[in-house]
Structure formats: structure tokens, C-alpha cells
């Protein structure tokens, strides 16, 4: 079992910044891919990025891409989101999840594969 908890959501403007967190708790945080997602009212929750084991492995959303970094700290059990340049349509509830991974460079956009969820932080972006 592994528990996640998301923080560092809030309201910004357009053209802010924000950086989420997701705190691990449970089996080794290292052995798992993980994820951050999003689903804005009325929609379908949507990747957002992926990060394998080691952190050497990344990928983003395209309406992502280039403004949000993805990253991990396997000492502090801890996943982060930075996001700059934040647009109204970023606002959404934010969800961090974790994927066991049988290799170091494995990761995944596909939420079906991912094995535990956080309950989320709200990420609102004023015009």
C-alpha cells in the first residue's frame, strides 16, 4: 500500500507560477513510476506528466509541455509539479498517483496502469 498526499494547490493568477507536492508514504517510494493528472469540472481526468524510478525518464502532456516540470526526490519520498506560465484552462483538481515499476526508466501516461491516488489539490487560475 502506498498513501499520497497532494499539497501546494491554490488560486493564482494568469502567467503565475505554482509548485504541487505529493508526499509518499507506505512501500519504498522508489520502486514506483508516478503520475499527475488533472480533471477539470465537467471533464475527464487527463495526464499531465510521468516520471520513471530514477527521475531520468520524463514525459508531459503537449498542453503542458515546456511549462510544467515534473520531478522527484527518492530521499524525501516526495513528487513535484512545477508549473509556470499557468493559463485559466490549467484549473483543475491535481492528482498524484504511483505505478509499480519493474525498471528504473518504465513510465506511463495511461492512469488505468497506475496502482494508488492521492485525493488531490485544487489548482485554480484567475484571468
Known amino acids: 500500500q502506498v498513501h499520497l498526499i497532494e499539497s501546494g494547490g491554490g488560486l493564482v493568477q494568469a502567467g503565475g507560477s505554482l509548485r504541487l507536492s505529493c508526499a509518499a508514504s507506505?512501500?519504498?517510494?522508489?520502486?514506483?513510476?508516478m503520475g499527475w493528472f488533472r480533471q477539470a469540472p465537467g471533464k475527464e481526468r487527463e495526464f499531465v506528466a510521468t516520471?520513471?524510478?530514477?527521475?531520468?525518464?520524463?514525459f508531459y502532456a503537449e498542453s503542458v509541455k515546456g511549462r510544467f516540470t515534473i520531478s522527484r526526490d527518492n530521499a524525501k519520498n516526495t513528487l513535484y509539479l512545477q508549473m509556470s506560465s499557468l493559463k485559466p484552462e490549467d484549473t483543475a483538481v491535481y492528482y498524484c498517483?504511483?505505478?509499480?515499476?519493474?525498471?528504473?526508466?518504465?513510465?506511463?501516461?495511461?492512469?488505468?496502469?497506475?496502482?494508488?491516488w492521492g485525493q488531490g489539490t485544487q489548482v485554480t487560475v484567475s484571468s
Open positions: 498517483a504511483a505505478k509499480f515499476a519493474t525498471t528504473t526508466a518504465q513510465t506511463t501516461g495511461d492512469m488505468r496502469l497506475y496502482d494508488y
Open positions: 507506505g512501500r519504498p517510494f522508489s520502486m514506483y513510476a
Open positions: 516520471i520513471s524510478r530514477s527521475g531520468g525518464s520524463t
